[in-house]
């Protein structure tokens, strides 16, 4: 006789009703079972994921525990139980917000992140842009968070509202913060190798490390090897890794003739069947060189799309 377990325990909501009801992004689910064991959903026929509703409102404290500042490593082990106390305790504790604030969404992030900066606490950045990039997840992050503030630096930068030393601090805790993410979302699959740089004469770092953040999330092992690199080392590294594919960051400077000749060299040094693909703010001005089958420009928000196209 077939004994059905009680409705509570049943396993049937999809990923995408986990993260409409969390406010946790699929990648971010995916990234604590794998890192963390956090719960263990059923699987269909088909491979996709199913989740219990007991295993949804755990994830559910777990995102409000994180989102008021606490690091996932120190909840993940918590009971459901034991989690529903400190949620509780948070938000009990928790100040109320300024009359007349805005709802926190990520147009209020960046804000709350340029606040943090014209001050200079770097402490505050980097809780606040931690806190980000696990509720949204790392896409979201990127896109939501991490590029417009990085667009808000430079603009405040050129009307001079901030200086030296505020566009210093936040290029530092931003790039601890991609760093770390990069690192806790590696990708499993050897088979899907990028090496990520930026090339000989580009010494902006940053969209690199969103590059290899997205490369991660989305599966792949990536080589990082940092800024500034000569092409013949960056090809030599795509052959001695495998490489399926080599992602540069450019951010500046547009149209110039030493980067121009870097490209070349790489782009014709590259083992045959390695991919080159090249995005950041001046990667356009590299578009005629870079006019080839093998060859990727893809906009950052179709980054992900280009490597499933290499795969």
């Known amino acids: 006789m077939k004994i059905d377990r009680p409705a509570e325990e049943k396993a049937r909501h999809p990923i995408q009703v986990v993260v409409s009801r969390t406010g946790l992004a699929a990648d971010r689910i995916r990234q604590w079972e794998r890192r963390y064991r956090l ?3 059923n699987r269909t026929e088909g491979g996709h994921r199913l989740y219990s509703d007991q295993q949804v409102e755990r994830l559910r404290l777990l995102a409000r525990a994180v989102e008021a500042g606490r690091r996932i490593r120190d909840v993940a082990s918590l009971s459901t139980a034991e989690l529903t106390r400190l949620v509780r305790e948070d938000s009990d504790q928790r100040l109320p917000e300024p009359s007349g604030s805005e709802p926190r969404d990520t147009g209020d992030s960046v804000d709350n992140c340029m606040d943090r900066i014209t001050h200079l606490d770097a402490g505050g950045l980097e809780a606040l842009l931690r806190r980000s990039a696990s509720i949204l997840g790392v896409s979201r992050f990127i896109s939501e968070v991490a590029t417009p503030l990085l667009h808000r630096i430079g603009f405040e930068w050129t009307s001079g509202a901030i200086h030296p030393p ?3 601090l936040a290029s530092t ?3 601890r913060v991609l760093t770390d993410v990069t690192a806790s979302t590696r990708g ?3 088979h899907k190798t990028l090496v990520v740089a930026t090339p000989q004469g580009a010494v902006h770092e940053l969209g690199a490390l969103m590059i290899a953040a997205l490369a991660t999330a ?3 092992a990536v080589t990082y090897l940092g800024a500034d690199l000569p092409a013949t080392d960056v090809a030599r590294a795509a052959e001695e890794t495998g490489a399926r594919g080599v992602a540069l960051s450019i951010i500046h400077p547009p149209g110039d003739p030493k980067v121009t000749a870097e490209l070349r060299t ?6 045959h069947g390695v991919s080159l693909i090249v995005g950041g703010q001046a990667s356009q001005s590299y578009a005629a060189v870079l006019d080839r089958p093998s060859c990727h420009l893809p906009e950052l928000n179709r980054f992900a799309d280009t490597l499933r196209a290499i795969e």
């Open 39 to 41: 719960v263990s959903p």
């Open 173 to 175: 805790v931003l790039r």
């Open 266 to 271: 790489l782009r014709d040094a590259l083992p």
């Open 188 to 190: 499993l699959d050897h």
């Open 166 to 168: 505020h566009e210093h």
């Open 218 to 220: 989305e599966g792949w």
